[in-house]
């Protein structure tokens, strides 16, 4: 029974192999004893071959080692036989530089390749006559199509508008002409712009700093409190600043914003601000991890490391009894019973 769905398989570029020279995106799915054999993950999984020579340029004591079936990573293009549909490929030649360019186009690619395919899916549409008429205009047009769905978010008929196919259809006189028409109906427009805006809507980064921060003078926990409102002054409307107390001595600067840069900035001047104040009181900070964009997993490992923290403080014999209020400063001290304690001596 012939069946009547859309064609959802298309390479992610017009090219049909990839250039001598560019790295590229493999899934290894067999190693055999001479090579391993992949699928180039970019190009609609056509195959390409790492002989082993090609996987490091030391000796090569265990090959799992350096390669594993399912494992996604860059390689090296050596060689492409466009007639036979192969491709050579390399591991040890790729170099750091060309790792990270790689995976950045990658993510973007999938993340066009995502949205594609999901409206060619819903709209039962072919997905390379998307691509053909949307995508490859304007991965030419724009240098890759992630940077004009990004513009596509805010402004999506001064990108799509532009975009226009030719039809065949008979004229008056019944002789075929051939029409400019628009490269999407409204309805498919209507879509792509939808999963663009969802997929692509700017969220969030949380950017953090780890520090220490110690004061031993006899108003200490008063001179942290007010290092610490110094850091928090330093943010902003768009980069909030919050301190949090880890443990003592251990403390997180956080906040939130759409520019990693920006956020970066306001947190070092925070620690700087903090920094400034604690020493004028004769107390010391120390910058355990920079201020840097961290993840939802690094975020839950916080939260789980507070969480423990706590609960070990709340099981100390005699902290249930105590109904004092825990100073953010450098967890539960008296003031009174240390300024007596040292009276007496």
């Avoid at 070092?268 to 201020?291: Q, S």
């Avoid at 953010?328 to 040292?342: N, P, R, V, W």
Wanted: glycine content about 4%; overall charge negative.
């Amino acid at each position: 029974m012939a069946s009547n769905s859309p064609n959802l398989e298309c390479r992610m570029y017009e090219a049909k192999f990839p250039d001598v020279d560019m790295a590229v995106m493999i899934q290894v799915k067999s190693i055999g004893e001479m090579c391993a054999y992949v699928s180039l993950l970019e190009y609609n999984n056509i195959e390409g071959m790492i002989l082993l020579s090609e996987l490091s340029r030391r000796r090569i004591r265990s090959i799992n080692s350096l390669i594993k079936v399912g494992r996604t990573e860059p390689v090296m293009v050596l060689h492409v036989d466009e007639e036979k549909g192969y491709v050579n490929l390399s591991k040890r030649r790729v170099s750091e530089e060309d790792i990270q360019i790689c995976e950045d186009r990658y993510n973007k690619s999938k993340l066009v390749h995502s949205i594609m395919r999901h409206v060619a899916e819903t709209m039962q549409l072919d997905l390379e006559d998307l691509y053909i008429h949307v995508g490859w205009p304007l991965y030419r047009k724009y240098g890759h199509c992630f940077e004009a769905f990004k513009l596509i978010v805010n402004d999506p008929d001064s990108i799509l508008n532009t975009l226009t196919r030719e039809v065949k259809e008979a004229g008056p006189d019944g002789v075929e002409v051939t029409k400019v028409v628009p490269a999407l109906t409204e309805e498919v427009k209507d879509a792509l712009v939808k999963n663009i805006r969802r997929r692509m809507t700017p969220q969030p980064l949380k950017i953090r700093a780890d520090i220490e921060m110690k004061c031993f003078q006899f108003d200490g926990v008063l001179h942290i409190k007010a290092a610490m409102r110094k850091a928090e002054a330093a943010g902003n409307q768009d980069c909030p600043v919050k301190i949090k107390l880890v443990a003592p001595p251990s403390y997180v600067l956080i906040t939130q914003t759409l520019d990693k840069e920006q956020g970066i900035s306001v947190l070092t001047k925070a620690i700087a601000a903090c920094t400034e104040e604690i020493e004028l009181h004769k107390g010391k900070l120390t910058v355990k991890e920079a201020p840097r964009a961290v993840s939802e997993r690094e975020d839950i490992l916080l939260a789980e490391r507070m969480a423990k923290l706590s609960q070990a403080n709340e099981e100390v014999e005699g902290d249930e009894d105590s109904e004092e209020e825990e100073d953010t400063g450098m967890g539960e001290i008296d003031l009174d019973k240390t300024a007596a304690s040292l009276d007496e001596n």
